[in-house]
């Protein structure tokens, strides 16, 4: 299958690109929307010119792979309600305005789910200490603005003094973020600001609650199957007719975590990322780490996609042909 990087259903109306997906809504019918994954891939925050065959089939499929998994019975300890998901199905549905054409590129790489209005914060959890919270720990001593080695209302230290880079957290954090707008950068934020940003404390403690007992229950499964579940972020929406919570977009995939290989895990220096390591270090072995406009040669794209497959494989054990070849 060929990378497919730009997707126009001219039947259907665009209404958002990210930096990945694409969203369309079949003007009869604005309580869903259609939700198209690209192949399209960032390395170092910069798209490259050319797509990654199977990644967008990837995404999805594995996104709801784990919509499955964590809305089976009892997945969740100590949830106040059961978790509800954006998914409708894995096919566009029964809109009339798509053609057998357009139908066969959506085929594994799109969604029709429930259409949400959006908290502006990314729900990011944090079993490990990496990225952009070790540098902000060992720059300034805090992680998203709280202070190391000083306890919580609770008594909790979530953040020991001493700790180096990848080590494993006392227990996972619920660490937000703002979601900035295509282009810019996401900011660390506290808690108490996501909350703000929520506008409803309701809200934000029921996000809070859903994004740790989804990461905790996530991680677990993936240990099972050799792969650490480093950190992730999650993006929830509001159900304007229901009042529901309903966890959205790609959840738990290579694109919104960091994955590590169990076996090859050591705290205190960086970790290989599962998926995207190959192509970083051909960026900068050819020099090209941040720079825009880069295609990659043919080989790169085939490693690189072989590894995004290899990623599903791991975490679901089942192949994504398989996978593919169950969607109607
Ligand atoms: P990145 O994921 O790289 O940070 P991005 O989020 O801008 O970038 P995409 O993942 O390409 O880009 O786009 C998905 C967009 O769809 C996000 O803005 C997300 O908030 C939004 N979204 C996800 N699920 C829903 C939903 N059910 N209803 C409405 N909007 C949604
Ligand atoms: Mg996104």
Redesign the pocket.
Known sequence: MAAVTTIDLPGLTKI?T????E?FVDEADKSS?L?VATDRISAYDVVLENGVPNKAAVLTQLTAYWFSVLTKHGALAGQTAPLST?LLSLTPGPTAHLSAAERDILRGRCMR????R?FPVEAIVRGYLAGSAFAEYSSKGTVHGEPAGVADANGVIRFPLGMVRCQKLPAPVYTPST?AE?GAHDENISRAQAAELIGNPAHAARIEELALAVYSAAAEHALKRGVIIADTKF?F?LDEETGEIVL???VLTP?SSRFWVADQYEAGREQDSLDKQFLRDWLVREGLKGKEGVKMPADIVEQTSKRYTDVYERLTGQTLEDALAKIE
């Open positions: 958002a990210g930096k990945v997906r969203m929307l939700f954006h789910v429930r259409r949400l959006m979601k295509l993006e929406g959205a977009d790609e694109d």
